[in-house]
T-cell receptor
């Protein structure tokens, strides 16, 4: 069965520090992978997605993610975090039928000055 | 082009009452999804529409939950005889077409509290 695991419930980083949010997935076929951000009081916004090709994907707001098939991972990174990045981050996998999307439980990011 | 809108933004109801949650997708989007986000949980897929039909209802947690979509646009999620465990944020998303290649655009959600 398809599933997504985000092992870190909550992460705190200092402004300007680098960030990596972990995501592991379980899916039998080639996965379609996504990262979404949910800011307080806002809807989910797509940061980036991976379907095929280059395993390093660039997204909005300076985020990138790397697909590693051997590790079944799709970790999100940002070289230098800004206070406005404080939010909830969700990793998701989509099936090739497009009928369902499976989300992780989210990682809450706190940015301290 | 407005985004996905949902109403009401907040709903408080008593256990046993029925509630209706509304989703207005982006104009022209044929695919529409409903999710539930419970406290401390990820997004749980509920149902998916392609046009007015729902080929996949497997995510609905019980027969108290139903959804419809009319005119290929507005969708309503109905919860009958609400229970306290139904308390959650209900999110709607739409995409131009079905398929994982299509970006889903999410609404702000309806926060449901069942007392």
């Amino acid at each position: 069965a398809q599933s997504v695991t985000q092992p870190d419930i909550h992460i705190t980083v200092s402004e300007g520090a680098s960030l990596e949010l972990r995501c592991n997935y379980s899916y039998g076929a080639t996965p379609y992978l996504f990262w979404y951000v949910q800011s307080p009081g806002q809807g989910l916004q797509l940061l980036l997605k991976y379907f095929s090709g280059d395993t390093l994907v660039q997204g909005i707001k300076g985020f990138e993610a790397e697909f590693k098939r051997s590790q079944s991972s799709f970790n999100l990174r940002k070289p230098s975090v800004h206070w406005s990045d404080a939010a909830e981050y969700f990793c998701a996998v989509g099936t090739n039928t497009g009928n369902q999307f499976y989300f992780g439980t989210g990682t809450s990011l706190t940015v301290i000055p | 082009g407005a985004g996905v809108s949902q109403s009401p933004s907040n709903k408080v109801t008593e256990k046993g009452k029925d509630v209706e949650l509304r989703c207005d997708p982006i104009s022209g989007h044929t695919a529409l999804y409903w999710y539930r986000q419970s406290l401390g949980q990820g997004l749980e897929f509920l149902i998916y529409f392609q046009g007015n039909s729902a080929p996949d209802k497997s995510g609905l947690p019980s027969d108290r939950f139903s959804a419809e979509r009319t005119g290929g646009s507005v969708s309503t999620l109905t919860i009958q005889r609400t229970q306290q465990e139904d308390s959650a944020v209900y999110l709607c998303a739409s995409s131009l077409d079905r398929g994982p290649l299509e970006t889903q655009y999410f609404g702000p959600g309806t926060r449901l509290l069942v007392l």
